[in-house]
């Protein structure tokens, strides 16, 4: 009965890789986010999607694209995976402005 | 841009002192405040949140923030601390002019020794 799910937890893969991370949320919110924390643990979000909707998109390079297939799904696809794309990519969902609840994180490790 | 600065990276304290942890942000409108935590390797949770009503919120495990207005402030405490608190805490705002994004602090690591 996870709210917010997030597959893999641990993904480590070689520079130039494309990979993808997936999140799933059952609350029945409309606003799904993908977030950023870096090894100093700040954290900054990258995209926001609400009704499957892109909302936010914060300065992140082409090489993130993210996609929502459906309310429940926001998924992060990554392209030619570089060393500086090492982190805990965290999803969140909420209902409107309302309370961001979080994933367990995936820590990317690019070798 | 708007943004959210909290006072101190590194809080060490021994088991029962008292906890207050500063967080202020820029002006931006209308807002929406929150505390998350973060225990060592695990994801955010919230610990309380501001909307609007009484300034003084209580959350879970003991905490609480007293949310200032003409401060821009929305500082955390706890009356005493227990060694299961040491983890990261975040101040996180919502600007209601920025579509629901989360301007998250820097962090304050809290450590409690036994």
């Known amino acids: 009965d996870t709210a917010v799910s997030q597959t893999p937890k641990y993904l480590v893969t070689q520079m130039g890789n494309d990979k993808s991370i997936k999140c799933e949320q059952n609350l029945g919110h409309d606003t799904m986010y993908w977030y950023k924390q870096d090894s100093k643990k700040f954290l900054k979000i990258m995209f926001s999607?609400?009704?499957?909707?892109?909302?936010i998109n914060e300065t992140v390079p082409n090489r993130f694209s993210p996609k929502s297939p459906d309310k429940a799904h926001l998924n992060l696809h990554i392209n030619s995976l570089e060393l500086g794309d090492s982190a805990v990519y965290f999803c969140?969902?909420?209902?409107?402005?309302?309370?961001?609840?979080f994933g367990p994180g995936t820590r990317l490790l690019v070798l | 841009a708007q943004s959210v600065s909290q006072h101190n990276h590194h809080v060490i304290l021994s088991e029962a002192a008292s906890l207050e942890l500063g967080c202020n942000y820029s002006y931006g409108g209308t807002v929406n405040l929150f505390w998350y935590v973060q225990y060592p390797g695990q994801h955010l949770q919230l610990l309380l949140k501001?909307?609007?009503?009484?300034?003084l919120v209580k959350g879970i495990k003991g905490f609480e923030a007293e949310f200032i207005k003409s401060k821009f402030s929305f500082n955390l405490r706890k009356p005493s601390v227990q060694w299961s608190d040491t983890a990261e805490y975040f101040c996180?705002?919502?600007?209601?002019?920025?579509?629901?994004?989360?301007?998250f602090g820097q962090g304050t690591e809290l450590s409690v020794k036994p």
């Open positions: 501001y909307f609007s009503g009484d300034p």
């Open positions: 999607y609400n009704n499957k909707e892109l909302i």
């Open positions: 969140a969902s909420s209902q409107g402005v309302q309370t961001q609840y």
């Open positions: 996180a705002v919502i600007y209601y002019n920025q579509g629901g994004k989360l301007i």
